[in-house]
């Protein structure tokens, strides 16, 4: 941390906020003069509070941190790619992982003809919602437990790891006793006890970012999971808020080579819930799988008009098989080898 | 709701779309030919699907929805103002309410100062957090419990109402217990089962806007409250995500008129974690009660760079004396029978 | 600037940025160790692409500006605040100006009446586009060099300066030989040769904020006309994109008190542009006041559904009439003198 | 458009409404009443002021556009994809174009450099900036006229066609008279003087994405053009503003699939200026490619530590190799032949 005085700020002042610094035990200030203002490095376990504390004393222009608020999730912490198993899966290493499903859960037929699709297709997890966030009250919310017992039969039929969504501290133990791995959803990506309560246990955690979290308080929302000893999370860019109508959300892939730089943790993007646009999510994915992320998390029904949620989103079959073959194609064409021989 | 086809969709499209309309029980299509194309109109009781469902038909260009999708907190429901009354405060009259202390209840001493002061200055509610949520797990996260008996002690001693946050399902019975109004906070604006809690309670709730809430995402919010049959909602502005990274929220004064002009529910302004600065506070607070908000609510604090949360953003008890009798001018400039006879 | 190495560079590295540092005649590195990693204070002239250069090293984690980039625009350059006088009209003291007129002059009628109304409600500045800037080619442009004459024959009538727009550095000469005042829009906020050409003039200029800058490059642009010698800047709050699409843009407020705060330069609002909604319009013209603003910039038309340009903003003489009154109260009520005696 | 009536509102109301759409030569307004409120379809030549008449008149709830107001840049216009031509180099069709070239003209051995090394791995057009926006007037803003000439120079040596920006609309006869391209930059996406001014010229224009410009915002940019005759435009995505501090801009891929879906026009991306981070634009280009854009513009320099504009974000000569192998690798694999029949 860096204290930045003004110019014109007194000895005396320069003074108090390294006193103030050093009041704080295992704390130390180094001044470092220039031409124009001091500046006073801050040396020592530094904790958040700090900034305000120094922003407020007399002659302090500004104070800027430049250490990483967030620990555990960085690559200093963790040099290497953290691999995630979900059932069979492995998430974060060189072959991106498909998750696919419908975007909720509505009936036995309905989950058990995606399942046979997407593992055909060489999805390797199956998604489905049966706790649903909806915007409005008086939208579908989810067959609750009843969709949590149909996920847990259809992975026994096809042998599929089953992801779903848990919304709530009191619900995360029933979840976990269905589910292979439990999904955070984008409203919930700062629901603090939410996350403490997934990082109690030890099951894989999907963490979406929120809509408009930026990378830090997307690691940071991580943080609260891997500091509770879970550290089994796979990042998903899923979407963030910005001036522009046309698609719901506005998909970062820039998220992808991102935080892969900054952290160890696996990188997913989920172009359903992204672009709300059933026509956007083939590219959306290809793009992702381009830019390097780990895997795609993909919104299907066999009849989307009829879909009791995101309708407009989803994949039918036949698109769902185009895709898939364009992602083999493009996976294979960035595989090391090949690249270090182009034609 | 309106169907708007494509330029050269043909007879069969459209007569497509008017089936699957008139499919669902209660719903008529009307349609209309133009010029240029045909558009459908959707009569009847529209449910929140129906949208993805005919924008994958054959032919369609566009739904349009026409009709918003909040109820219980329109103006058209409720052309009345809603008055919400918390202890002997009452909030949505022509009286703005100051609800002011404590970002977070650190000790006793603190919260009796606070309560002290701020209540010789006209503050009606005492605010103090008992339980914070915490954008990194290392900051100071409340003192929980025992916050919530400081609380009700300084009510009792200085007979000011309290308002505090809750942040879990788990938690809304034991903190409903406590404090006079349940806060629910930005990073929970769409934590909908924490919103169904709330509104299964009969204590009076502000709801802050999600920094990231559209004011229509914020009125369903308030749906999930009102559905429940809890209508004292009262509706807090506190800063919305935007580019500029000076500020640390972008204060959007234009929601108080708006939501006047689309709601019956009372709305206020937390200029404090808007802004995130101490110097910005009082502007703020003035603009607020100048574009006709109910109230505000601030941070204060008697030393606040020892403060454990927010210390930047807290107003020392001089300032907060100035702003007082500020807010109380403007309030009395504004007074209908003064601005008649402006001299 | 401070350049802060990764945890772990070598001393090579150190040594290595340090010497390019002192490679640029005037400058100098200063090693600050810290437990953790190494800090370089650059001390001297800094040039603006000293920052990649450097970010670029080995061993580089981040390179941190803690200066400003503008320099004329400044308080530390010039604390006083700076008064701009427009005709008559003096903005930047403690009485708010008030700027009043049609979005386009359309004809000479309905500028001599908007132009009387105006003056009788106390503005001073009489505003009204020649050169309309618009999104769709097919929207009405302006009336051109026609406009700019009508404005001069308002001016003689009724004694007001006006200010109207420029959008093009050959019309520069052409608009200043009419205008007392020339308006840089909203989509010229970097349009930096025009910024140049005005900075040439000894006009008045009213600069908006382009509706993405920040605070920072709305200075700069101001920083390109004050380094061309014109030190009459004004500066004009007119709303910023978001994701919220309700209004036309959200206002930013804080912006007032901000920019008092880093800059001499007055600051003014305009609510019309801003919210896109003559129901906006009177609640935040009040609260610019109340924030400090040093004055407002109104679209004003008797009869607005007919107006050629964005009517939807523009306020009734009844409208006006009513919210100048209030304007008046407001700032009566927050003078030095009464507040210091509140009742 | 369609004229939503509040619920209630008198069935005068309802006639005034319609009379004043028929008071338009050539509109007319039809009725259709629902269970709730009526609504009036607007047919005829709708003109962009219409909007804002009718809202203000009693009785109005909401007026909303069904047809988008561009025209010539819309596939309905025009069906099928429009390629531009610039020297040998065809954009539009199957084959991806890549363009590269240090950000700005520094000197003729750094621009041979460049030219000698992009086009020795595949890039068709060399760029090179000799005029250049910046944000603070006092960092190097090319080399002009001067510039131009040597991208000329490079043009015979090298035979490639050269793109460069145009600021000003004075400059555009000269910029036109060396450059086989001229670049529109995001700073000038609203400068409306500057699109009618490339308008009118015969010379393909390269338009970037204004970066708060919305699609269709950009789509009537691309209209000023077009509309003035001159049908050769290329778009191309930039990056936009969003919330997030860590990159330079947002990366918007979606823009790629949407634009297509939208318009006739080519678009491509610029993996360099959206990011600002070199590390970056290998994983955007190749996500830009994967997502169907028409080709990349991306910034290289043979020593990216002494650039004298946007050093961070260069590509080295030899990360430029590895990325255009890549390059051709995604491309490949994507033709249709080879998706077919996947392994």
Same mark, same amino acid.
């Given at each position: 941390?860096?204290?930045?005085?003004?110019?014109?700020?007194?000895?005396?002042?320069?003074?108090?906020?390294?006193?103030?610094?050093? =009041?704080?035990?295992?704390?130390?200030?180094?001044?470092?003069?220039?031409?124009?203002?001091?500046?006073?490095?801050?040396?020592? +376990?530094?904790?958040?509070?700090? *900034?305000?504390?120094?922003?407020?004393?007399?002659?302090?222009?500004?104070?800027? $941190?430049?250490? *990483?608020?967030?620990?555990? =999730?960085?690559?200093?912490?963790?040099?290497?790619?953290?691999?995630?198993?979900?059932?069979?899966?492995?998430?974060?290493?060189?072959?991106?992982?498909?998750?696919?499903?419908?975007?909720?859960?509505?009936?036995?037929?309905?989950?058990?003809?995606?399942?046979?699709?997407?593992?055909?297709?060489?999805?390797?997890?199956?998604?489905?919602?049966?706790?649903?966030?909806?915007? =409005?009250?008086?939208?579908?919310?989810?067959?609750?437990?009843?969709?949590?017992?149909?996920?847990? *039969?259809? $992975?026994?039929?096809?042998?599929?790891?089953?992801?779903?969504?848990?919304? =709530?501290?009191?619900?995360? !133990?029933?979840?976990?006793?269905?589910?292979?791995?439990?999904?955070?959803?984008?409203?919930?990506? +700062?629901?603090?006890?939410?996350?403490?309560?997934?990082?109690?246990? %030890? *099951?894989?955690?999907?963490?979406?970012?929120?809509?408009?979290?930026?990378?830090?308080?997307?690691?940071?929302?991580?943080?609260?999971?891997?500091?509770?000893?879970?550290?089994?999370?796979?990042?998903?860019? %899923?979407?963030?808020?910005?001036?522009?109508?046309?698609?719901?959300?506005?998909?970062?892939?820039?998220?992808?080579?991102?935080?892969?730089?900054?952290?160890?943790?696996?990188?997913?993007?989920?172009?359903?819930?992204?672009?709300?646009?059933?026509?956007?999510?083939?590219?959306?994915?290809?793009?992702?799988?381009?830019?390097?992320?780990?895997?795609?998390?993909?919104?299907?029904?066999?009849?989307?008009?009829?879909?009791?949620?995101? !309708?407009?989103?989803?994949?039918?079959?036949?698109?769902?098989?185009?895709?898939?073959?364009?992602?083999?194609?493009?996976?294979?064409?960035?595989?090391?080898?090949?690249?270090?021989?182009?034609?």
């Amino acid at each position: 941390m860096i204290v930045v005085m003004k110019r014109g700020s007194t000895p005396e002042q320069i003074e108090a906020v390294k006193q103030r610094i050093e =009041s704080h035990e295992g704390l130390q200030g180094h001044l470092s003069g220039g031409v124009e203002r001091t500046v006073i490095g801050v040396v020592g +376990q530094i904790f958040p509070e700090l *900034k305000d504390e120094l922003e407020r004393l007399e002659g302090v222009a500004e104070v800027v $941190r430049i250490s *990483k608020p967030y620990k555990l =999730s960085t690559r200093e912490f963790r040099p290497h790619d953290t691999m995630v198993k979900v059932g069979d899966a492995l998430i974060g290493g060189a072959e991106p992982v498909m998750m696919a499903g419908p975007c909720a859960v509505e009936s036995e037929d309905l989950l058990m003809a995606c399942a046979e699709q997407v593992k055909s297709e060489g999805a390797k997890i199956l998604r489905g919602g049966a706790f649903k966030p909806r915007t =409005s009250p008086y939208s579908f919310r989810g067959m609750g437990v009843q969709g949590l017992k149909l996920l847990a *039969k259809a $992975r026994e039929k096809y042998g599929l790891p089953v992801v779903t969504e848990v919304m =709530s501290t009191e619900d995360v !133990g029933m979840v976990a006793s269905y589910a292979d791995m439990l999904q955070i959803g984008t409203r919930n990506a +700062q629901n603090f006890n939410l996350l403490e309560a997934v990082g109690k246990t %030890r *099951k894989p955690v999907l963490l979406k970012r929120g809509f408009s979290s930026s990378y830090e308080e997307w690691l940071l929302a991580a943080e609260y999971v891997l500091s509770g000893g879970n550290n089994q999370v796979v990042l998903c860019e %899923r979407g963030i808020r910005t001036f522009e109508p046309f698609t719901r959300f506005t998909v970062d892939i820039s998220a992808v080579p991102v935080i892969k730089k900054l952290s160890h943790l696996p990188v997913i993007v989920d172009p359903s819930h992204s672009t709300g646009s059933w026509e956007l999510v083939t590219p959306i994915s290809l793009a992702a799988i381009a830019a390097g992320a780990h895997g795609i998390i993909v919104d299907v029904h066999p009849n989307p008009t009829v879909a009791k949620c995101d !309708g407009a989103q989803a994949l039918t079959f036949d698109k769902f098989h185009d895709m898939s073959a364009k992602i083999k194609a493009v996976s294979m064409a960035l595989k090391p080898a090949k690249v270090k021989q182009p034609a």
